[in-house]
Structures are given as structure tokens and as C-alpha cells.
């Protein structure tokens, strides 16, 4: 019954922003810790940063350090990724995953099906 769905990609100059969402549907998050994922053409899949159910941040990836914010609305069961000042380098398809555990460990166990981002002049 629950799905994950991503919204919010799309094309940006070097420096834009953009503001992912991953909202549940057909269920909730309460138990689910939530992380973005990215894979750009030719590269594995790399996590990007987790969001407990309580709100710890981990996992982040270093080159996005500083310029990404991850932040979750349990009461309408969705989270965000927040990115700023992106670089050439951003560019790939974004995925939310989640854990059955509500801590940054273990097994993903549901995904989304991505939104691209592309970053270019």
C-alpha cells in the first residue's frame, strides 16, 4: 500500500536551488527513517544524506555538505531535500528510500522511482 513519490526536479543553472519532495502515499512514515539517493548516468547510486523519524541527520555525503538541507513533516508524512548553490556535478537522478528501522541503518526496504535533476549552463 505505501508508495514513495518524489517531486520537485528539473533543469538549473550552476548556483540555483531546487527542493525535492518525497511524499508517502497510501500510508505513513511515522516508523521509517528516510534517505535521498542520487545516481548520475555512468556512477553508482550513492546516498546523499538519512533523516530519522526523531529528526537526527546522517549519512551525508561529503560534497554536499553546506549546500543541502533534508527536513521531514511527519504529520502529512513527506520530506524534503533542500539543495542550494548546485554544481555541474549535482547532476543525477534523485530517489528517496525507506528503512524499516527508524534510525539511519539497515536495509532500504521501499524506493521511489527518482526525479531528475540537471545542472548545466
Known amino acids: 500500500q505505501l508508495q514513495l513519490v518524489e517531486s520537485g526536479g528539473g533543469s538549473v543553472q550552476p548556483g540555483g536551488s531546487l527542493r525535492l519532495s518525497c511524499a508517502a502515499s497510501?500510508?505513513?512514515?511515522?516508523?521509517?527513517?528516510i534517505a535521498w539517493f542520487r545516481q548520475a548516468p555512468g556512477k553508482e547510486r550513492e546516498e546523499v544524506v538519512c533523516i530519522s523519524v526523531n529528526g537526527d541527520r546522517a549519512n551525508w555525503l561529503e560534497s554536499v555538505k553546506g549546500r543541502f538541507t533534508i527536513d521531514r513533516n511527519n504529520a502529512i508524512h513527506a520530506v524534503y531535500l533542500q539543495m542550494n548553490n548546485l554544481r555541474p556535478e549535482d547532476t543525477a537522478i534523485y530517489s528517496c528510500?525507506?528503512?524499516?528501522?527508524?534510525?539511519?541503518?539497515?536495509?532500504?526496504?521501499?524506493w521511489g522511482k527518482g526525479t531528475p535533476v540537471t545542472v548545466s549552463s
Open positions: 528510500a525507506a528503512r524499516s528501522s527508524s534510525w539511519c541503518s539497515g536495509p532500504l526496504t521501499l
Open positions: 497510501g500510508g505513513t512514515l511515522y516508523s521509517n527513517s
